[in-house]
């Protein structure tokens, strides 16, 4: 497993507030100096590279701090949760290089303590059981600037309230009739507070108690349960939850013999451009069957970066360059595209690929060698080399040629050479045109590289003879817009990105044939691809493209 940390120690990076505050909190001897964190995803979606940025946190304050993180399904919502979802999130967490060990939980296996907990609430006065329907709340409940008024069902004695809480769980009563609320202050400027649901009647069924319960406990009465019962030191989340951090506190602070409470400290998610970090949104490209899967590496899933050829070194590189913030912000694709630019150009092998072939001829073919050695990898010496077969036919990329060239154009045109990458030089000395005019070939004279000629160009080419023929799935943005889903008035699909796949038959050198799926390549002058994690078979490679070699983000970072 890739280690996390990478070969950056942890105090040479950038500190942040929250990482100030975890080690504040450890000097001062806070929990006894334990750090324990929790990723708690809700298993109703895969997960997105927002989530990636607080595994991230999560995972790496336990590590620096050496501390622990759990991994917790906060499965309260039956409804809409599943094992798939489940599997496919430790999948992900493992990939991105964490490892929980062995703290790791599910919301269900609490729902016997959360029940009795609430019992406990009734007892004490503190919670009651309502018959309001949900329509009759909101006018009860108010609004921020007018305090709510008390439910006819909140002074309820407690053997009322505790017969009714133990007929709800009993199933008596129809979906949604009753619920339990906490009794707190219906005059409260934080509008949380006013009397909030704990428990609702819902017969769903359940992948783990299947239907042992009906009534299932509200995320924000279960959540800070669960903290408090797995000892948790510093709950981190996104800024959304910032408002219900005092139900989170009145919760655990109703709970008798426990440690200090857990510290909820909120950070800024991540808005990355171009996309849409909803899970409803993205489930909704998946049914509606706009994009291929979860998995469709157009997704910023982390399933579909991964099936795109994205390395978890630069998702977790990506995560420390943007920080950790209070402030919302709009971070711009073309730095996380920097990112595994630089990560895939460490380790990425190098070929050579021709997408959209132009076939040149070779006149003097008596003087060719019968292959040329390339580099693997410039950047690994240890990646060694390789030997490309070499002929009187080659495969150029048709826009290497131009018979009236622009000004400066400094690739093939009539008379002019140029270098070709690893063999030499190549003089165009005719063109070859169909009976419309346009050029299906062109014929050249080769030179060593030893010959004295004077190019201001290279470029790529493959051998006609026993070129490797291969699928190239050329994957773009998925939308043509930096914020698809903030447009007032518009859907956010109305501005889906035609481009954002087309498909070609490359030409390839003879070396891609046995591409193993999953592993990445440099196509040289072209970009990085990765031979399809899915459908991509030696002998019938498939490659999806990773990302560009032009890198807007590192151009602009220098000016």
């Given at each position: 497993?890739?280690?996390?940390?990478?070969?950056?120690?942890?105090?040479?990076?950038?500190?942040?507030?929250?990482?100030?505050?975890?080690?504040?909190?450890?000097?001062a001897g806070k929990n006894g100096g334990a750090?324990?964190?929790?990723?708690?995803?809700?298993?109703?979606?895969?997960?997105?590279?927002?989530?990636?940025?607080?595994?991230?946190l999560d995972f790496g304050m336990a590590r620096?701090?050496?501390?622990?993180?759990?991994?917790?399904?906060?499965?309260?919502?039956?409804?809409?949760?599943?094992?798939?979802?489940?599997?496919?999130?430790?999948?992900?967490?493992?990939?991105?290089?964490?490892?929980?060990?062995?703290?790791?939980?599910?919301?269900?296996?609490?729902?016997?303590?959360?029940?009795?907990?609430?019992?406990?609430?009734?007892?004490?006065?503190?919670?009651?059981?309502?018959?309001?329907?949900?329509?009759?709340?909101?006018?009860?409940?108010?609004?921020?600037?007018?305090?709510?008024?008390?439910?006819?069902?909140?002074?309820?004695?407690?053997?009322?309230?505790?017969?009714?809480?133990?007929?709800?769980?009993?199933?008596?009563?129809?979906?949604?009739?009753?619920?339990?609320?906490?009794?707190?202050?219906?005059?409260?400027?934080?509008?949380?507070?006013?009397?909030?649901?704990?428990?609702?009647?819902?017969?769903?069924?359940?992948?783990?108690?299947?239907?042992?319960?009906?009534?299932?406990?509200?995320?924000?009465?279960?959540?800070?349960?669960?903290?408090?019962?797995?000892?948790?030191?510093?709950?981190?989340?996104?800024?959304?939850?910032?408002?219900?951090?005092?139900?989170?506190?009145?919760?655990?602070?109703?709970?008798?013999?426990?440690?200090?409470?857990?510290?909820?400290?909120?950070?800024?998610?991540?808005?990355?451009?171009?996309?849409?970090?909803?899970?409803?949104?993205?489930?909704?490209?998946?049914?509606?069957?706009?994009?291929?899967?979860?998995?469709?590496?157009?997704?910023?899933?982390?399933?579909?970066?991964?099936?795109?050829?994205?390395?978890?070194?630069?998702?977790?590189?990506?995560?420390?360059?943007?920080?950790?913030?209070?402030?919302?912000?709009?971070?711009?694709?073309?730095?996380?595209?920097?990112?595994?630019?630089?990560?895939?150009?460490?380790?990425?092998?190098?070929?050579?690929?021709?997408?959209?072939?132009?076939?040149?001829?070779?006149?003097?073919?008596?003087?060719?060698?019968?292959?040329?050695?390339?580099?693997?990898?410039?950047?690994?010496?240890?990646?060694?080399?390789?030997?490309?077969?070499?002929?009187?036919?080659?495969?150029?990329?048709?826009?290497?040629?131009?018979?009236?060239?622009?000004?400066?154009?400094?690739?093939?045109?009539?008379?002019?050479?140029?270098?070709?990458?690893?063999?030499?030089?190549?003089?165009?000395?005719?063109?070859?045109?169909?009976?419309?005019?346009?050029?299906?070939?062109?014929?050249?004279?080769?030179?060593?590289?030893?010959?004295?000629?004077?190019?201001?160009?290279?470029?790529?080419?493959?051998?006609?003879?026993?070129?490797?023929?291969?699928?190239?799935?050329?994957?773009?943005?998925?939308?043509?817009?930096?914020?698809?889903?903030?447009?007032?008035?518009?859907?956010?699909?109305?501005?889906?990105?035609?481009?954002?796949?087309?498909?070609?038959?490359?030409?390839?050198?003879?070396?891609?044939?046995?591409?193993?799926?999953?592993?990445?390549?440099?196509?040289?002058?072209?970009?990085?691809?990765?031979?399809?994690?899915?459908?991509?078979?030696?002998?019938?490679?498939?490659?999806?493209?990773?990302?560009?070699?032009?890198?807007?983000?590192?151009?602009?970072?220098?000016?």
């Amino acid at each position: 497993m890739n280690d996390p940390r990478d070969s950056e120690a942890a105090h040479d990076r950038p500190s942040h507030f929250i990482r100030d505050i975890i080690a504040a909190d450890q000097q001062a001897g806070k929990n006894g100096g334990a750090v324990v964190t929790r990723f708690p995803p809700e298993p109703n979606g895969y997960l997105h590279i927002g989530h990636a940025k607080a595994i991230c946190l999560d995972f790496g304050m336990a590590r620096e701090f050496g501390g622990r993180c759990h991994l917790r399904m906060d499965d309260t919502n039956p409804a809409k949760e599943s094992m798939e979802y489940v599997e496919s999130i430790k999948t992900d967490v493992r990939w991105l290089g964490w490892d929980w060990g062995d703290h790791f939980f599910f919301s269900a296996h609490y729902f016997e303590r959360m029940y009795a907990v609430a019992c406990d609430l009734i007892k004490r006065g503190k919670a009651y059981v309502c018959e309001l329907t949900q329509e009759q709340w909101k006018d009860y409940r108010g609004v921020p600037t007018r305090p709510g008024k008390e439910s006819p069902f909140r002074n309820r004695s407690v053997e009322e309230n505790l017969d009714l809480f133990a007929r709800m769980r009993a199933g008596e009563f129809p979906d949604g009739s009753l619920c339990l609320r906490a009794k707190i202050d219906m005059a409260a400027p934080n509008i949380h507070l006013r009397d909030p649901v704990l428990y609702r009647i819902m017969r769903e069924h359940h992948y783990l108690t299947g239907n042992e319960w009906c009534i299932y406990p509200m995320y924000d009465y279960a959540h800070p349960l669960e903290d408090a019962f797995e000892g948790i030191t510093h709950s981190l989340c996104t800024l959304e939850f910032e408002v219900h951090r005092p139900l989170y506190d009145w919760v655990v602070d109703q709970l008798e013999n426990f440690p200090a409470r857990p510290r909820q400290i909120e950070f800024a998610r991540l808005n990355l451009s171009y996309t849409v970090m909803s899970k409803r949104k993205l489930l909704e490209l998946v049914q509606k069957k706009l994009v291929s899967g979860w998995d469709d590496p157009r997704m910023p899933t982390i399933s579909g970066l991964r099936r795109r050829g994205v390395p978890p070194e630069a998702i977790r590189a990506f995560c420390e360059e943007i920080g950790i913030t209070k402030y919302e912000s709009l971070t711009d694709v073309a730095l996380l595209e920097h990112c595994i630019r630089n990560a895939l150009n460490k380790t990425a092998l190098r070929r050579m690929a021709v997408l959209d072939p132009l076939l040149v001829t070779i006149e003097n073919a008596e003087a060719l060698p019968a292959d040329i050695e390339a580099v693997n990898n410039p950047e690994d010496p240890a990646a060694g080399s390789r030997r490309i077969p070499f002929g009187s036919q080659l495969y150029i990329e048709r826009d290497d040629f131009a018979e009236t060239p622009p000004p400066k154009y400094f690739r093939l045109s009539p008379g002019k050479s140029v270098r070709i990458r690893y063999a030499g030089f190549l003089t165009c000395t005719g063109v070859q045109k169909d009976d419309a005019g346009a050029v299906t070939g062109i014929i050249c004279r080769w030179d060593p590289p030893t010959a004295e000629l004077k190019v201001k160009g290279t470029i790529h080419w493959v051998p006609a003879h026993g070129a490797q023929m291969l699928e190239a799935r050329l994957y773009d943005r998925l939308f043509t817009i930096e914020q698809p889903d903030s447009q007032e008035g518009r859907e956010f699909t109305e501005f889906l990105n035609p481009d954002s796949l087309k498909t070609v038959t490359a030409h390839a050198e003879p070396a891609l044939a046995e591409a193993k799926p999953g592993e990445a390549f440099q196509f040289e002058r072209i970009a990085y691809f990765v031979a399809d994690s899915l459908d991509s078979k030696p002998g019938r490679p498939v490659f999806n493209r990773t990302v560009t070699l032009k890198d807007a983000w590192a151009k602009a970072s220098k000016k």
